[in-house]
């Protein structure tokens, strides 16, 4: 007897089925070039556009942050607890010097200085008003507040020990002083004794804020402490990141290292009152209209894939009759879907990444609105920030629109009977 081997025929794998459906779908995206090249060009459009619109964001908002930041308070500072709620003229950071050290070895640190607050009466010929005295390194304050650089008249302080003052305009019009006369600062000493200071008015400044123009007179830092009996002690140490967004990183590196019951480390947003909200508050109405962008692009999508639903009624029909499960032709239209989505955001990136790099680079000029700004020493240029960030969550957007405006056409197919949908035009 003749043994016969019968030889099965190898069923295709699953993986072999995806591979011919992607195929498939590939080759019906581009059975209507047209409407395919123009369902591209729009999802291009809105990942250009709002790649370019969250990388303004993001620049605007940095901007915002340094501005405010820059003036005084710096990105963070580090206090004696309670200081900040209730200033005390005691609360002070013992060993000043050794800790401004140590933070300045920090890698994302820019500058770290020691301050002096105290509140003080500060008098000129017959004229005396309460001021904000700041006891400050001239070369440190240099680097974390833009303030030296808001000079009206005379000059900055020259050293940290002499006996200067550098105080606001309006504070100076108040006192009738003018640069060259003499100021007298009466304070109070941590022990309740008198911190007697005579010093000359070597300058004015005018920041734009007036209740820092009609507050605040910085004297040298040595000066300061010996007169509040201070010695190597500060009541804040000034610190200025890398950016805003280093911020958080050197702040736990700071507790870590430096953290203590008698100190806190406080940063931006506890610092400057109401930014953080404003930033917040922008962000919202930002994400409304980059929605509303997203949606109004995916509905042309999801009009494309509505047209050739009905165009290709007849095939489907045809297809459902031979046995193809209705399942498998979602999937083919999910991944028309997605690689019209692959197109169109590769296209759209590849339009917006030099473009925001480059403005980035050479930045948007403000026209006379940036004249005006750099009378304050503020940036007179609109700069976007490229990171992934900008680039990643409007790709998200778009792949997500497009595939709801695949999905939800296809699903018509589940309702399609083949008899009658073969035999229509």
Same mark, same amino acid.
């Given at each position: 007897?003749?043994?016969?081997?019968?030889?099965?025929?190898?069923?295709?794998?699953?993986?072999?089925?995806?591979?011919?459906?992607?195929?498939?779908?590939?080759?019906?995206? $581009?059975?209507?070039?047209?409407?395919?090249?123009?369902?591209?060009?729009?999802?291009?459009?809105?990942?250009?556009?709002?790649?370019?619109?969250?990388?303004?964001?993001?620049?605007?908002?940095?901007?915002?942050?340094?501005?405010?930041?820059?003036?005084?308070?710096? /990105?963070?500072?580090?206090?004696?607890?309670?200081?900040?709620?209730?200033?005390?003229?005691?609360?002070?950071?013992?060993?000043?010097?050794?800790?401004?050290?140590? &933070?300045?070895?920090?890698?994302?640190?820019?500058?770290?200085?020691?301050?002096?607050?105290?509140?003080?009466?500060?008098?000129?010929?017959?004229?005396?008003?309460?001021?904000?005295?700041?006891?400050?390194?001239?070369?440190?304050?240099?680097?974390?507040?833009?303030?030296?650089?808001?000079?009206?008249?005379?000059?900055?302080?020259?050293?940290?020990?002499?006996?200067?003052?550098?105080?606001?305009?309006?504070?100076?019009?108040?006192?009738?002083?003018?640069?060259?006369?003499?100021?007298?600062?009466?304070?109070?000493?941590?022990?309740?004794?008198?911190?007697?200071?005579?010093?000359?008015?070597?300058?004015?400044?005018?920041?734009?804020?007036?209740?820092?123009?009609?507050?605040?007179?910085?004297?040298?830092?040595?000066?300061?402490?010996?007169?509040?009996?201070?010695?190597?002690?500060? /009541?804040?140490?000034?610190?200025?990141?890398?950016?805003?967004?280093?911020?958080?990183?050197?702040?736990?590196?700071?507790?870590?290292?430096?953290?203590?019951?008698?100190?806190?480390?406080?940063? $931006?947003?506890?610092?400057?009152?109401?930014?953080?909200?404003?930033?917040?508050?922008?962000?919202?109405?930002?994400?409304?209209?980059?929605?509303?962008?997203?949606? &109004?692009?995916?509905?042309?999508?999801?009009?494309?894939?509505?047209?050739?639903?009905?165009?290709?009624?007849?095939?489907?029909?045809?297809?459902?009759?031979?046995?193809?499960?209705?399942?498998?032709?979602?999937?083919?239209?999910?991944?028309?879907?997605?690689?019209?989505?692959?197109?169109?955001?590769?296209?759209?990136?590849?339009?917006?990444?030099?473009?925001?790099? $480059?403005?980035?680079?050479?930045?948007?000029?403000?026209?006379?609105?940036?004249?005006?700004?750099?009378?304050? /020493?503020?940036?007179?240029?609109?700069?976007?920030?490229?990171?992934?960030?900008?680039?990643?969550?409007?790709?998200?957007?778009?792949?997500?629109?497009?595939?709801?405006?695949?999905?939800?056409?296809?699903?018509?197919?589940?309702?399609?009977?083949?008899?009658?949908?073969?035999?229509?035009?």
């Amino acid at each position: 007897m003749t043994a016969i081997a019968t030889l099965a025929a190898p069923r295709p794998t699953r993986a072999a089925d995806v591979g011919l459906i992607g195929v498939v779908a590939w080759r019906n995206l $581009w059975r209507n070039r047209r409407r395919t090249v123009l369902s591209i060009g729009a999802i291009a459009f809105a990942v250009t556009l709002l790649s370019f619109a969250m990388a303004q964001q993001s620049g605007n908002y940095a901007i915002m942050i340094d501005n405010a930041t820059g003036l005084l308070s710096g /990105h963070l500072q580090v206090q004696h607890r309670g200081f900040f709620d209730d200033p005390k003229i005691g609360d002070v950071l013992h060993a000043a010097t050794q800790r401004v050290a140590a &933070i300045r070895r920090i890698p994302a640190v820019v500058a770290a200085t020691p301050r002096i607050s105290a509140f003080v009466l500060a008098s000129a010929h017959d004229h005396s008003v309460g001021a904000e005295l700041l006891g400050v390194e001239p070369a440190g304050e240099r680097a974390v507040s833009t303030l030296p650089n808001m000079v009206t008249e005379g000059r900055y302080l020259a050293s940290a020990s002499g006996l200067e003052a550098f105080a606001g305009e309006l504070l100076a019009r108040n006192l009738d002083a003018r640069v060259g006369d003499e100021l007298v600062i009466l304070g109070t000493t941590p022990t309740g004794g008198v911190a007697p200071l005579a010093l000359t008015l070597v300058g004015t400044f005018a920041s734009g804020v007036p209740d820092i123009d009609r507050s605040v007179v910085e004297v040298p830092f040595e000066t300061a402490a010996a007169a509040f009996e201070l010695d190597d002690s500060a /009541h804040a140490i000034v610190v200025k990141t890398r950016s805003a967004a280093a911020a958080g990183a050197v702040a736990a590196a700071v507790r870590r290292d430096h953290g203590s019951d008698d100190a806190v480390v406080l940063e $931006w947003p506890q610092l400057v009152a109401g930014l953080e909200q404003a930033i917040e508050l922008d962000r919202i109405f930002g994400n409304i209209l980059f929605a509303t962008l997203a949606v &109004i692009v995916t509905m042309g999508v999801f009009n494309a894939f509505v047209m050739t639903i009905f165009e290709r009624t007849r095939e489907f029909g045809t297809l459902l009759a031979l046995g193809m499960r209705p399942r498998t032709l979602i999937a083919t239209l999910q991944i028309e879907g997605l690689c019209l989505a692959a197109l169109g955001c590769s296209l759209g990136l590849a339009l917006a990444v030099p473009l925001i790099a $480059w403005l980035a680079r050479v930045g948007i000029p403000l026209g006379e609105a940036g004249a005006a700004l750099r009378q304050f /020493h503020a940036a007179d240029r609109m700069y976007p920030a490229l990171d992934v960030g900008v680039l990643l969550r409007p790709v998200a957007l778009m792949m997500v629109g497009t595939a709801l405006a695949s999905l939800l056409p296809a699903l018509r197919i589940r309702s399609i009977r083949p008899v009658e949908a073969m035999r229509a035009v």
